[in-house]
């Protein structure tokens, strides 16, 4: 089945900063990958879709890479900002197009 | 635009009850999903709706959970019985693709406390 892996332990930057979260899977390489961000009591939001063949993706202040060769997908904030503290998911889906999440990742934007 | 509607927002019930929680998807959205999320982890799918067939049930586990969605429409997720382990968040989305390669939209959720 497809392991998705995101660093477990919260992000703490300063504002102003770039954040860089990170999203690492095994097996089976996706056709795309998202993020997410979820607040607290809240469902995930979707940010960022990117396929396989695009090699990054912006979006305002977000920027998407994926790797295909690495497996490995960054998430950039720039310029972050203390309402970017949330936890951000990546999802992708396994070779029966079922979708997977990762565990998430807590980013806190300290003013 | 209406989001994904969910009730109730809370539930606390003793194990070995029954429960059930709905879900209003946005309007023309032909696909459908329930997620258990746990907390720390990420979401679990359970079960994926294409209008009223299933697509994916694979890991809903079904001597326990069952779900339905009439008319291609709103959807209802069943716990019975429940247990302890069944304590989670319950998370609906929808989305106008037949998969996640297009924007999924989740409603805020149902919290489930098995005592």
């Known amino acids: 089945s497809q392991k998705i892996e995101q660093n477990s332990e919260a992000l703490n930057i300063q504002e102003g900063k770039t954040a860089t979260l990170t999203c690492n899977y095994t097996?089976?390489?996706?056709?795309?990958l998202q993020w997410y961000r979820q607040d607290p009591g809240r469902g995930p939001v979707f940010l960022l879709l990117?396929?396989?063949?695009?090699k990054e993706k912006r979006k305002e202040r977000l920027k998407v890479t994926f790797d295909t060769t690495l497996k490995q997908s960054l998430f950039h904030i720039t310029a972050s900002q203390p309402a970017d503290s949330a936890t951000y998911l990546c999802?992708?889906?396994?070779?029966?197009?079922?979708?997977?999440f990762g565990s998430g990742t807590k980013l806190n934007v300290k003013p | 635009e209406a989001g994904v509607a969910q009730s109730p927002r809370y539930k606390i019930i003793e194990k070995r009850q029954s429960v059930a929680f709905w879900c209003n998807p946005i309007?023309?959205?032909?696909?459908l999903y329930w997620y258990q999320q746990i907390l720390g982890q990420g979401p679990k799918l359970l079960i994926q709706?294409?209008?009223?067939?299933?697509?994916?049930d694979s890991q809903l586990p079904k001597d326990r959970f069952s779900a339905e969605r009439l008319k291609g429409v709103d959807s209802t997720l069943k716990i019975q019985p429940a247990k302890l382990e069944d304590s989670a968040v319950y998370l609906c989305?929808?989305?106008?693709?037949?998969?996640?390669?297009?924007?999924?939209?989740f409603g805020q959720g149902t919290r489930l406390t098995v005592v």
């Open positions: 989305a929808s989305s106008l693709g037949r998969n996640m390669n297009t924007e999924a939209f």
């Open positions: 097996n089976y390489s996706p056709a795309y």
């Open positions: 990117i396929r396989e063949n695009e």
């Open positions: 999802a992708l889906p396994n070779n029966f197009n079922k979708f997977y």
């Open positions: 309007s023309g959205h032909a696909t």
């Open positions: 709706f294409q209008n009223n067939g299933v697509v994916d």
